[in-house]
Structures are given as structure tokens and as C-alpha cells.
């Protein structure tokens, strides 16, 4: 079993920045990928970033692409989300989420573990 907690949503104005946390506990060793998903009201869930945890490799959603960056601290059991340039269409539920056993970091349905999420609005 592993448990996520999300931390560092809030409000912000439009080109600000954020970074939020997730704190990951238990079976952490088992996990092969972990991400960010972002769901906003009447929107489905997207998958913006994840990592690869045994190669390190990274994927971002276009939406994302080169104004946010995932990253991972394992001695602490942290994955982060830096968020810059934040735009009004940023605004969403931000949930943390892990997938283990191995089923391929691109299938979203294959993440079995989820954080209850954190809130970001951001303003024009």
C-alpha cells in the first residue's frame, strides 16, 4: 500500500508561481511511475507530468510543457511540481498519484494510488 498527501495549492495571479508536494509513505520501493493529474470542474482529468521512477525519465503534457517541472527527492519520499507562468487555465484540483504494480506510466486508468488532492485558482 502507499499513501500520498498533497500540499502547496493555493491562489495565485496569472504568471505567478506555485510548487506543490506530495508526501509518499509505504510500499514506496514498489512504485514504478509516479505523477500529477489535474482535473477541473466539467474537464476530465489530465495527466500533465509523471516520472519514470527507475529511469528517471520524465513525461509533460503540452498544456505544461515547458512551464512546469516534476521532480523527486527519494531520500525524503517527495515528488514536487513546480508550477511557473501560471496561466487561468492552470486553475484545478491538483492529485499526486502512483502506479504499482508496472502497467506503463502512460496509462492513466493503471495509477492505483491517489492523494485526496490540493486546490489551485489562479487569477487573471
Known amino acids: 500500500q502507499v499513501q500520498l498527501q498533497e500540499s502547496g495549492g493555493g491562489s495565485v495571479q496569472a504568471g505567478g508561481s506555485l510548487r506543490l508536494s506530495c508526501a509518499m509513505s509505504g510500499s514506496t520501493s514498489n512504485m514504478y511511475c509516479v505523477g500529477w493529474f489535474r482535473q477541473a470542474p466539467g474537464k476530465e482529468r489530465e495527466r500533465i507530468a509523471h516520472?519514470?521512477?527507475?529511469?528517471?525519465?520524465?513525461f509533460y503534457a503540452d498544456s505544461v510543457r515547458g512551464r512546469f517541472t516534476i521532480s523527486e527527492d527519494n531520500a525524503k519520499n517527495m515528488l514536487y511540481l513546480q508550477m511557473n507562468s501560471l496561466k487561468p487555465e492552470d486553475a484545478a484540483r491538483y492529485y499526486c498519484?502512483?502506479?504499482?504494480?508496472?502497467?506503463?506510466?502512460?496509462?492513466?486508468?493503471?495509477?492505483?494510488?491517489w492523494g485526496q488532492g490540493t486546490q489551485v485558482t489562479v487569477s487573471s
Open positions: 498519484a502512483a502506479q504499482s504494480p508496472w502497467a506503463g506510466c502512460y496509462s492513466d486508468s493503471s495509477y492505483n494510488y
Open positions: 516520472i519514470f521512477t527507475s529511469g528517471g525519465s520524465t
